[in-house]
């Protein structure tokens, strides 16, 4: 402390040095993301599973459809 009798102004608080990235998660919010994104690629595996099923019965009924109309066409020729 100083002798000369006029009021000193504390010294400045340091800055709070935050860290780079802003988004900072709890081990329980974490473990949300993970079961979120795990949840959003099963859901989105079964939408693509079904939609490559339904594919796959759609080429099978066109191709049974084609076997039959060549058959009749081929029955109607005959006669």
């Known amino acids: 402390a100083c002798d000369c009798h ?3 102004a504390p010294a400045p608080a340091p800055p709070r040095v935050q860290r780079p990235g802003g ?14 994104g795990a949840g959003l690629v ?9 939609m490559l099923l339904a594919v796959a019965v759609t080429g ?20």
């Open 6 to 8: 006029h009021q000193h």
């Open 42 to 50: 099963l859901v989105v595996g079964a939408v693509l599973v079904s």
């Open 60 to 79: 099978a009924s066109v191709a049974v459809c084609a076997v039959v109309l060549r058959s009749l066409l081929h029955q109607s020729r005959t006669r």
């Open 23 to 36: 988004l900072q998660l709890t081990p329980a919010g974490l473990v949300t993301v993970v079961a979120g």
